[in-house]
């Protein structure tokens, strides 16, 4: 692999900053590109190490694409309004659950359902608007490993793989924190005056609730984990807990409700306790706390049945599912 990782005790934060801003600025020249941002740790990262190297001429966009968590395009807007930099919101979310209608492989719905139309329609009709000539992403020397070791491919890993994005889409990714994993980049977000609401947000996956729904991605089945996420993510925070999410199963269950049978959905629950995501151990919930999420979950969610917690580790699990 040709990416080689900066370890966090071999990172100096203050000369990372300055070397990525300085070569983003030099690489764009007095050119314009353009990010997604999703509010998470990385994505936070680029916009800043973006905007302190090209001011306004980094145009940063947030994607609703309909996999994001509740409330999630307003919540990011506000944070970053509050930091001086200005988000547009793209509506995108008919081309995404488009390109995701039918697929149920893993790998087609992350190729075809996210990755294209990230990259080619959405980013594609920006770079012609505005006339930009770099896409800035977040990707990570985790997002690199995993891919490249065929563990799963993440949705933002193009280079690597042998795409030509200049040739592919009509602009030329820039990665400035490919070579930290997220304990580092954590890290540079505190020295970027990022709030703590953005640098200990627990990871949440490029495909957004696309990796965590099994079998088709549609809106419909969306909407049921992103109410699971919602409960899990309100019961888990103070665990204190690497990540913690829900995952709506394709296998329809029997329960009862009512005195009558409810054939409906599951959902599995996963919290993990991990330092940088290679490896990583259930976190040994009490059994109360697994009662409260399951009664809620069941609840609140209409047609849901079942609810179970994952207890095998990474390796040879995996953090998501899908």
Known sequence: MSVKEITMDALNVDEFIASQVAEISSVVGEGLAVNALSGGVDSSVVTMLGHKALGDRLKTYFIQNGLMREGEAEQVVGWFAGLGVDIGVID?????????????????????????????????????????????????????????????????????????????????????????RKPAIRAVARALGLRKEIYARPPFPGPALCARVVGEVTPERVETVRMATRIVEDELSETGAFQYLAILHDDMVTGVRDGRRDYGQQIEVRCWDSTDAVAASPTNLRFATLRKLADRITE?????????????????STIEAV
């Not at 087609?108 to 980013?123: L, P, S």
């Not at 490249?148 to 990714?173: F, P, S």
């Not at 609140?300 to 040879?316: H, M, R």
């Open 92 to 180: 995108a979310r008919d081309k995404f659950f488009g390109a995701l209608k039918g697929l149920t492989d893993p790998e087609e719905k992350r190729e075809r359902g996210i990755t294209q139309v990230f990259y080619k329609d959405v980013f594609g009709d920006l770079v012609k608007q505005t006339g930009a000539k770099f896409l800035l992403q977040g990707t990570n020397f985790t997002d690199v490993e995993e891919t490249v070791a065929g563990v799963k491919r993440q949705h933002n890993i193009l280079e690597q793989l042998g795409i030509d994005t200049q040739e592919e889409y009509g602009y030329r990714v820039l990665e400035p924190i490919i070579r930290l």
């Open 300 to 316: 609140e969610g209409p047609g849901v049945v079942s609810v179970t917690y994952n207890i095998a580790a990474k390796p040879p």
